[in-house]
Nanobody, 127 residues
Framework: VQLQASGGGLVQAGDSLRLSCVAS?????????IGWFRQAPGKGRDFVAA????????AYADPVKGRFTISSDRAENTVYLQMSRLKREDTAVYYC????????????????????WGKGTQVTVSS
């Protein structure tokens, strides 16, 4: 599975942005979960949101709950991250990743044990 993230950019605080993660190559299967992670300058990689490929069950990190929405389009092999009411602290490189099983384990919540990673896309939020 190859993952390609896109959609980042420079926006102002309060704006919205939608990131896309397109899967290609070997198909995603129902056991897969797809997650978005982010890494701010000088910091580690943090979990943002996840969705199960099988049925859309979702999970969010507390800092983005109520502002970000993760969704999937199986026909397009794409997972989206709709980001609203962006804040300066959302500035980071955003990555999508996939793994079989849940992402809600301590290692995976910091990006360990993922099967596939896409290249990041930069999101910069100015005040």
């Amino acid at each position: 599975v190859q993952l390609q993230a896109s959609g980042g950019g420079l926006v102002q605080a309060g704006d919205s942005l939608r990131l896309s993660c397109v899967a290609s190559g070997r198909p995603l299967i129902n056991r897969h979960s797809i997650g978005w992670f982010r890494q701010a300058p000088g910091k580690g990689r943090d979990f943002v949101a996840a969705i199960k490929w099988s049925g859309g069950s979702t999970a969010y990190a507390d800092p983005v709950k109520g502002r970000f929405t993760i969704s999937s389009d199986r026909a397009e092999n794409t997972v989206y991250l709709q980001m609203s009411r962006l804040k300066r602290e959302d500035t980071a490189v955003y990555y999508c990743a996939a793994a079989r099983g849940t992402l809600l384990t301590k290692p995976r919540l910091v990006g360990y044990g993922m099967d596939h990673w896409g290249k990041g896309t930069q999101v910069t939020v100015s005040s």
